[in-house]
């Protein structure tokens, strides 16, 4: 999936995927839950805490 | 055009009212600083300067803004676009109410009436509220774009 395709799916702009993927932003609980959506998969399994 | 391919519409827009600001201080203060020096800081002249600065925003902001939102795909704002916005406006808000309590000062204590340097008319109140607002616009432009930079 591009960042394109994740930011229209999750509803955000690609600049925010973008920053996600640098780990430069931490996302809202609600941003988090979408994106785990989009990839059907568990929020922890979408993000990890470090 | 692959210039602006290379940024978002928000953040060519935070440019161009970055550009905005620095062209009308430039102009203004060029224009200002004179009439200063020499004394001249009358009403009539004063006037002018901030009727045709006002003038050359508005007719910037349609050209340059109506040139980046045609050129470009306008994006919604997401959460992060209004984090950053509210940090912005939390820096432009510090410096409006600093500079409006150092005129409500100025006003109170009329130091330039003591020292007999000019009378503190109402266009030169005018004068001072722009410079406020140039510098709370500069204020928010740089941090918006600070923010934005940051995290690329």
Same mark, same amino acid.
């Given at each position: 999936?591009?960042?394109?395709?994740?930011?229209?799916?999750?509803?955000?702009?690609?600049?925010?995927?973008?920053?996600?993927? @640098?780990?430069?932003?931490?996302?809202? %609980? &609600?941003? =988090? !839950?979408?994106? @785990?959506?989009?990839?059907?998969?568990? %929020? &922890?399994? =979408? !993000?990890?805490?470090? | 055009?692959?210039?602006?391919?290379?940024?978002?519409?928000?953040?060519?827009?935070?440019?161009?009212?970055?550009?905005?600001?620095?062209?009308?201080?430039?102009?203004?203060?060029?224009?200002?600083?004179?009439?200063?020096?020499?004394?001249?800081?009358?009403?009539?002249?004063?006037?002018?300067?901030?009727?045709?600065?006002?003038?050359?925003?508005?007719?910037?902001?349609?050209?340059?803004?109506?040139?980046?939102?045609?050129?470009?795909?306008?994006?919604?704002?997401?959460?992060?676009?209004?984090?950053?916005?509210?940090?912005?406006?939390?820096?432009?808000?510090?410096?409006?109410?600093?500079?409006?309590?150092?005129?409500?000062?100025?006003?109170?204590?009329?130091?330039?009436?003591?020292?007999?340097?000019?009378?503190?008319?109402?266009?030169?109140?005018?004068?001072?509220?722009?410079?406020?607002?140039?510098?709370?616009?500069?204020?928010?432009?740089?941090?918006?774009?600070?923010?934005?930079?940051?995290?690329?």
């Amino acid at each position: 999936m591009t960042q394109v395709e994740l930011a229209e799916k999750a509803n955000v702009t690609r600049q925010t995927i973008i920053a996600l993927e @640098a780990q430069k932003y931490s996302p809202s %609980l &609600e941003l =988090a !839950f979408r994106i @785990a959506k989009v990839f059907d998969v568990p %929020l &922890e399994e =979408a !993000f990890q805490y470090n | 055009m692959q210039f602006l391919n290379n940024y978002s519409n928000r953040e060519l827009n935070i440019w161009a009212e970055l550009i905005l600001d620095i062209i009308v201080s430039f102009y203004f203060f060029s224009k200002i600083f004179p009439l200063i020096i020499n004394g001249q800081l009358y009403n009539e002249a004063l006037v002018g300067i901030i009727a045709n600065t006002i003038i050359i925003s508005i007719i910037y902001s349609i050209f340059v803004f109506g040139a980046i939102n045609t050129l470009t795909k306008r994006e919604e704002k997401d959460e992060r676009d209004y984090i950053y916005e509210l940090k912005s406006y939390r820096i432009s808000n510090i410096i409006s109410q600093v500079s409006i309590y150092l005129l409500i000062s100025l006003i109170v204590f009329n130091p330039i009436n003591q020292v007999r340097l000019n009378e503190f008319t109402a266009p030169m109140i005018a004068m001072i509220l722009l410079i406020i607002t140039l510098l709370s616009s500069t204020g928010k432009s740089l941090t918006q774009l600070f923010n934005y930079r940051k995290n690329i």
